[in-house]
């Protein structure tokens, strides 16, 4: 899944994850996708799959239909 090189980059990806799936509103939600940028910001230097992006872009389409 992450890399080990990077347990702040993993760490931060679960966060982000677990965030998402907690959101039960849109505004919630919105909250979840500014740390999705600033998780993109922060890492870019380092460099990060694109696979995480990709599955991070997948739950929070799942959680969006599931919010009020």
């Known amino acids: 899944m992450v890399h080990n090189n990077h347990p702040k980059l993993e760490e931060s990806y679960r966060k982000i994850i677990l965030t998402i799936k907690s959101c039960k509103t849109k505004e919630q ?6 740390m999705i940028e600033n998780f993109k910001s922060m890492y870019k230097q380092v ?3 694109k696979v995480l992006l990709y599955n991070i872009g997948i739950i929070i389409k799942k959680q969006n239909k599931l919010c009020i």
């Open 47 to 49: 460099g990060y799959p």
């Open 29 to 34: 939600l919105e909250g979840a996708s500014r």
